[in-house]
């Protein structure tokens, strides 16, 4: 069935799994992104639900673009908006190309793995985290912690039924992005930062009054965590596909011409998000089942993508692939806004390793999942290669 209740998630939601219910879901204004608030007093049973800390929590949670809705949604992403344009993006391709070359550099001349390496850690991580980086402006890259704030993130939000524990680790980390962020403004005053960062396009937004302070640092924390998390698994899931279907790894080696359409297959086939949250605003009939006002709705991207009545074959991985746009990005009003940036990453970080590493394949020691539903991730890839064929 598209459309099914299940008691898996924060005591009962409809999960919605067919590929046409999906996207109308994600278009329909009914569908409401704002769920911050019970989603945290669900995981914490009430612990703590009238402490500074929990209440500093909810608010920069709340007022992240994730999950906001109308007219303040509306608002944020036209401040964020112009750091996403792709004439604006394809000035980091460069600075971008240069990063992936430099981090193969750095895993040949390693001469602890001179046969192999763990591509989660050495590739598929620091990428991102250094790209998005260098899109917000930051003085220098992230800060070390940040990794480990960036997977209990990932943990709440991932979890069907966050527990206490889930809980407060995400409000520590929240915490300690935001004073990272308020202590890196505060030396910078703007001055230092790229003018046409993030970071500074956020700092004039504030100086003209189009955001406040806690809309700043909910953005900045939600766009140094966005942006890293995504792109990570979308280049360790989307190399997996590759060795395991060393026919299309050679295909695209020898065609190149297809890596556009890889990506977007990689996408589809092993979505780095696998589906979100929303709450029903007003009643919706939806594949034969009456949604109730206030009910909980999951947005299965991952089996929509999988969806038989949608795409022919759909668990085969085909880099060839024409069958439309797969639901990995989303679509509607959230669409997300990083779209772009992650597609153009992956094409140059691919691009490097056909070139630098053309004979990767599988190492004998199996990859190793990380345990969220929500976030399909690895966290360990082990790969080999012939040395003697790099470039």
């Not at 704002?34 to 945290?40: D, E, G, T």
């Not at 790894?249 to 092993?270: C, F, N, Q, T």
Request: proline share 6%; net charge positive; aromatic share 8%.
């Amino acid at each position: 069935m598209a459309v099914q209740w299940s008691t898996a998630h924060c005591g009962g939601a409809w999960v919605i799994s067919g590929h046409e219910q999906v996207a109308a879901a994600l278009r329909d204004p009914r569908f409401s992104v704002r769920r911050a608030a019970r989603w945290i007093n669900s995981g914490l049973g009430g612990k703590q639900a009238d402490s500074a800390a929990e209440r500093r929590f909810k608010r920069l949670f709340s007022r992240s673009l994730l999950f906001l809705d109308g007219r303040a949604h509306r608002r944020l992403r036209g401040v964020l908006n112009p750091g996403f344009k792709p004439a604006q993006l394809a000035l980091q391709a460069p600075a971008i190309e240069a990063l992936a070359q430099q981090l193969i550099d750095d895993i040949l001349r390693d001469p602890q793995s001179p046969h192999g390496f763990d591509f989660i850690s050495r590739f598929a991580r620091p990428l991102p985290a250094l790209v998005i980086a260098r899109l917000m402006g930051l003085p220098g890259a992230v800060p070390p912690a940040f990794i480990d704030w960036a997977a209990d993130l990932a943990a709440f939000i991932g979890s069907p039924t966050p527990d206490a524990a889930q809980t407060l680790a995400a409000q520590h980390a929240m915490q300690a992005l935001c004073d990272f962020f308020s202590s890196t403004l505060e030396q910078e005053q703007g001055q230092a930062l790229p003018p046409h960062s993030l970071l500074a396009q956020l700092l004039q937004a504030r100086q003209q009054g189009q955001i406040n302070q806690v809309e700043l640092l909910a953005q900045c924390s939600t766009l140094l965590f966005a942006g890293y998390e995504t792109t990570r698994n979308l280049l360790g899931n989307g190399l997996l596909a590759l060795l395991r279907h060393p026919e299309q790894w050679r295909l695209l080696k020898s065609e190149p011409h297809w890596l556009r359409s890889a990506i977007r297959e990689m996408l589809r086939h092993d979505s780095p998000v696998q589906y979100t949250g929303r709450r029903l605003l007003a009643p919706v009939q939806l594949d034969g089942q009456t949604l109730a006002r206030g009910d909980l709705a999951i947005l299965h991207i991952g089996l929509a993508n999988h969806d038989a009545k949608r795409y022919h074959q759909p668990q085969d991985f085909d880099i060839r692939r024409d069958q439309g746009m797969h639901l990995s990005f989303g679509q509607g009003p959230h669409v997300c806004l990083g779209a772009a940036l992650t597609q153009m990453e992956a094409e140059i970080a691919f691009t490097a390793l056909m070139r630098r590493l053309p004979t990767l394949a599988l190492d004998t020691a199996a990859p190793v999942w990380q345990d969220n539903p929500a976030y399909r991730a690895l966290a360990r890839l082990p790969v080999v290669f012939t040395r003697n064929h790099h470039a």
